[in-house]
């Protein structure tokens, strides 16, 4: 089941710079999309969340980006810090109705911002 | 800053055993869910709870699995008989809905190794 892909499972950055993470989706009932931070051993931290009715939504130095016609989704982190190191998932939740919204999580890309 | 909570931080147990790992989701919270992650794997969806009954569950929810919320602040995964198999960073997660845009927000998890 490869419904969420994010294709990079790693990527290094100099501190300051832009951090581009990359998520693509393949089912059209996805109509929100969440991005998490995750530490090793510890559970995933809300980053950032889009609705599939927006392109674009920001928060601090995070944006998100949605192209629906691409069925891709980006993060954005600028300026970039050491302490953005982490484990990287995008998410998506498909709109079923009823009362699950279970969320369907991309393989992670793991950011490396170096000082 | 409310959060969910998960005890143990780490459970070892033998093949064939019982165990139950516990969560308390966000007070305020309606919808929970257990997700998985196999070492080196992506986050997997287990099963949501709403309404004191599962609204939906994944294919690995099989009979060896159950939940429960006991009262008021509590949610438990049972696995009845673990497997070898079963080894894998547990989580728990709520969310608090009020029409669409909801984010789910998880708990650090419990890491379960059978031995």
């Known amino acids: 089941d490869q419904q969420v892909k994010q294709n990079s499972p790693s990527l290094s950055v100099q501190e300051g710079r832009i951090s581009i993470l990359n998520c693509d989706y393949t089912?059209?009932?996805?109509?929100?999309f969440l991005w998490y931070k995750k530490y090793p051993a510890e559970g995933p931290t809300f980053l950032i969340s889009?609705?599939?009715?927006?392109d674009k939504n920001e928060d601090g130095r995070f944006t998100v980006f949605l192209n629906k016609s691409a069925k891709h989704l980006s993060l954005h982190i600028v300026p970039s810090q050491p302490g953005d190191s982490a484990v990287y998932f995008c998410?998506?939740?498909?709109?079923?109705?009823?009362?699950?919204?279970?969320?369907?999580f991309g393989t992670g890309t793991l950011l490396a911002v170096q000082p | 800053e409310p959060e969910v909570t998960q005890t143990p931080s780490h459970q070892v147990t033998q093949m064939g055993q019982e165990v139950i790992l516990r969560c308390v989701p966000i007070s305020n919270h309606l919808y929970f869910y257990w997700y998985r992650q196999i070492l080196g794997q992506k986050v997997e969806f287990l099963v949501s709870?709403?309404?004191?009954?599962?609204?939906?569950k994944s294919e690995i929810f099989d009979d060896q699995f159950s939940v429960e919320r006991p009262d008021g602040s509590n949610f438990t995964l049972k696995i009845r008989s673990t497997k070898l198999e079963d080894s894998a960073m547990y989580f728990c997660?709520?969310?608090?809905?009020?029409?669409?845009?909801?984010?789910?927000?998880f708990g650090p998890g419990t890491r379960l190794t059978v031995l």
């Open positions: 889009i609705s599939s009715i927006k």
């Open positions: 997660a709520s969310r608090w809905d009020r029409g669409t845009g909801d984010t789910q927000y």
């Open positions: 709870f709403y309404n004191n009954e599962i609204s939906e």
């Open positions: 998410a998506a939740r498909g709109n079923y109705g009823g009362a699950t919204n279970k969320l369907i």
């Open positions: 089912n059209s009932m996805f109509d929100y």
